[in-house]
């Protein structure tokens, strides 16, 4: 018998393998075999006994195991100006409040304070890796290390000055001096991140471009967000932002565009044609009545569409199930069809479509032999999940963060039976609800 580091046995395995026809998509009574941090072995539970011994062997019983979910957009930090501004459309949402509230109490601390919360409740909510945007990446990034989690730190860009950079060369010096000292880390990879097309200018992003291709690094970007972006791209530029970032050669499979409301088909095609990754954040979007994604058409050009819950200040929580759900309902909605986002497929958007657009689809992003040891538990022993007929419908209509109870990041476990076992949940509470009464004063 094969001694392993961690032998997991479970009730119902969702491993979103495309190797699996529909038929093999939920698998019962099997195991999964742990050993250095990656799957070792998947196999019947009856046959896991036989072939492997392991000191840590948790029995899952009334439980689904599937992959650690993917947050492709988030602003983590901003999670300490959580429902700071409600209901206002987006510029009025951050010229009036969002940017004074960070020119006031954005800094050092507050971004590690920030991105602590952001994680313990990403991690309480089955998240195993985020995608982030936001100033003082080098704190973000030191969090994330101490935590355990994965993510990909953007390298953000913006054409004036903040505390965080005097100009567009501080940001750059910033940016690439994170990615040098985290080219070689398992768990944190870099990103650039350029704002937005109406807040970063034309040499810019053609430096990031060059620097991208160079560096074989995603572009993280707000892209067709509003009508009112695109007017003034065509005051400004004579085209519409997509055109633009395609004229600069940002278009292509490199690119993480989020948002994406606004869309005419010819930029559909181009977007296909270049296989470009979509970042759909369907509460944010509502929230701020920014638009709406058109899920169905994307999917039906082979675009590949992730799902991202941006910052808590524009959406209120960092709830990936909850995303999902809005998701799947939202694209039934707008495209007249039930079957516009099937719930396998929304499960697809938050885990190996995500892991596929920031190019760590080789790592994480599903459960298979030789990948990374990067899951999730939910418990589904309880009235309000009860009865259960399909467990995929299941997890994306009916599943609450709360159901979350062990996640493993990389064969770590970092959260047991909703214990956060790498962060000290009482002192962010604590020192939460201390900056959030100075705010308020």
Not at 273 to 295: D, M, R, T
Request: hydrophobic share 40%; aromatic share 6%.
């Amino acid at each position: 018998m094969q001694q392993v580091q961690t032998l997991i046995h479970c009730s119902t395995l969702i491993p979103v393998n495309d190797r699996a026809d529909k038929s093999e998509r939920a698998l019962t009574n099997h195991s999964i075999a742990i050993q250095d941090g990656r799957i070792l072995d998947i196999l019947p539970t009856s046959e896991a006994k036989q072939k492997y011994s392991s000191d840590i062997n948790p029995q899952f019983n009334h439980h689904i195991v599937l992959p650690g979910l993917i947050n492709t957009h988030t602003h983590a930090a901003m999670a300490l100006l959580r429902g700071l501004a409600n209901d206002l459309p987006l510029m009025e949402w951050l010229e009036k409040h969002i940017w004074p509230a960070e020119q006031k109490w954005v800094n050092e601390d507050f971004v590690q304070l920030g991105t602590q919360l952001a994680i313990a409740e990403m991690l309480r909510g089955g998240v195993t890796c985020f995608n982030d945007m936001y100033f003082y990446a080098e704190n973000s990034a030191q969090e994330v290390t101490k935590s355990g989690m994965r993510a990909h730190i953007g390298m953000i860009l913006l054409d004036f000055p903040t505390h965080y950079a005097k100009d567009i060369d501080e940001y750059f010096s910033k940016g690439l001096a994170l990615h040098d000292q985290y080219k070689a880390h398992p768990l944190v990879k870099c990103a650039f991140a350029p704002h937005a097309p109406y807040t970063v200018s034309n040499p810019p992003l053609e430096r990031v471009a060059v620097l991208a291709n160079e560096l074989e690094l995603p572009v993280h970007i707000h892209l067709h967000e509003t009508q009112d972006e695109i007017s003034q791209s065509l005051d400004q530029y004579n085209v519409r932002p997509i055109q633009r970032l395609h004229d600069i050669g940002l278009i292509n499979s490199s690119l993480v565009a989020v948002h994406m409301t606004h869309l005419e088909e010819n930029e559909i095609d181009l977007l296909a044609e270049n296989k470009a990754n979509i970042v759909h954040c369907p509460q944010s979007n509502l929230k701020l009545a920014s638009g709406f994604c058109p899920v169905q058409k994307l999917k039906e050009k082979n675009i590949n569409v992730t799902i991202g819950t941006d910052s808590c200040a524009s959406n209120d929580d960092l709830d990936m199930f909850s995303e999902m759900h809005t998701a799947a309902l939202l694209a039934k909605g707008i495209a007249n069809n039930a079957a516009a986002l099937p719930a396998y497929e929304a499960l697809r958007c938050a885990t190996i479509n995500a892991a596929i657009a920031l190019g760590i689809d080789q790592e994480t992003g599903s459960l298979e032999i030789g990948k990374s040891a990067d899951l999730c538990v939910i418990d589904i022993d309880t009235l309000e999940a009860q009865p259960i007929f399909d467990p995929i419908g299941h997890l994306v209509y009916a599943t609450q963060r709360s159901q979350v109870t062990d996640v493993w990041v990389a064969g770590k476990q970092l959260l047991s039976n909703r214990e956060l076992l790498t962060l000290d949940q009482e002192e962010i509470l604590n020192k939460t609800k201390d900056l959030n009464q100075k705010i308020l004063n």
